[in-house]
């Protein structure tokens, strides 16, 4: 019973495959775990399957072989009703923000709550927390217009954590920063890491992966070829 074999991990993906129509393989063969409180790297040039992978967490995309386990759970043998509930264990990153551009920080973030049904008193107690965890609480009523890029990164990421999810899935989440921002938001995620958030990235760039001296899994054409505890940047 999975519920035996990965109540040990958060989620374990078991040799997952995905071809597209063309028959062209996206995943060969995948299979990787990540227990609670890990901090993974995912590395691998374009096209390598980092961002399928990430669909088939979210259950975007299902797999043409295999298995995806959420706390033990198939993650797509889950009824259409109960997605939308086990989506919001997993809080998303993306490179490009994705920020509502006519709402305030402060109103990103607590539009996120909103939209999970919490209570305007859990909202008016828990986002100017999250603001100052991720060093804006004196921005909170400013546009995204008015951020620089990396506090704009920033709000996307007090968003994603604000509903307390399992893991955060940051998904290429320094790929339009310059270097200072980059290494404040990596230390904003290991941060969170710390406080005992699950944290999975994906990212090109080398001196992040290097300088976090965490596990790295990397993939090239659909394969896993290298999974190291304290791994680098090798590709």
């Known amino acids: 019973m999975p519920g035996v074999l990965y ?12 071809s597209y129509r063309d028959g062209t393989p996206a995943l060969e063969y995948v299979t990787i775990s990540v227990a609670p409180k890990e901090f993974v790297s ?9 961002t ?5 967490l979210l259950a975007e995309e299902r797999p043409t072989t295999g298995s995806v386990f959420f706390e033990s759970v198939d993650v797509h043998a889950l009824p259409m009703g109960s997605l ?19 709402k305030t920080a402060y109103e ?8 999970a049904g919490r209570p305007d008193d859990e909202i008016a107690s828990d986002v100017p927390h999250i ?13 995204p217009s008015q951020l620089s890029g990396g506090e704009q990164q920033r709000v996307a990421i007090g968003r994603a954590i604000v509903n307390q999810p399992d893991v955060i899935v940051a998904d290429e989440p320094t790929g339009n920063l310059d270097p200072i921002n980059t290494y404040e938001i990596i230390e904003i995620l290991k941060k969170i890491n710390e406080l005992g958030t699950t944290v999975l990235i994906t990212t090109h760039n080398k ?18 070829v290298r999974d190291e505890k304290q791994g680098q940047y090798l590709l």
């Not at 109540?7 to 995905?18: A, E, G, I, R």
């Open 7 to 18: 109540h040990s991990y958060l989620f374990y993906f078991d040799k997952v495959t995905k």
């Open 42 to 50: 995912i590395v691998g040039h374009s096209g390598a399957g980092k």
């Open 52 to 56: 399928t992978l990430l669909k088939m």
């Open 84 to 102: 939308h509930h086990y989506r919001r264990k997993i809080g998303m990153v993306f490179q490009d923000f994705r920020l509502i551009p006519n």
């Open 108 to 115: 990103n973030i607590a539009f996120a709550m909103e939209a």
């Open 131 to 143: 603001l100052d965890l991720i060093d804006l609480g004196t921005k909170a009523s400013h546009f």
């Open 207 to 224: 001196g992040v992966v290097d300088a976090l001296g965490k596990r790295v899994v990397t993939m090239d054409r659909g394969r896993v």
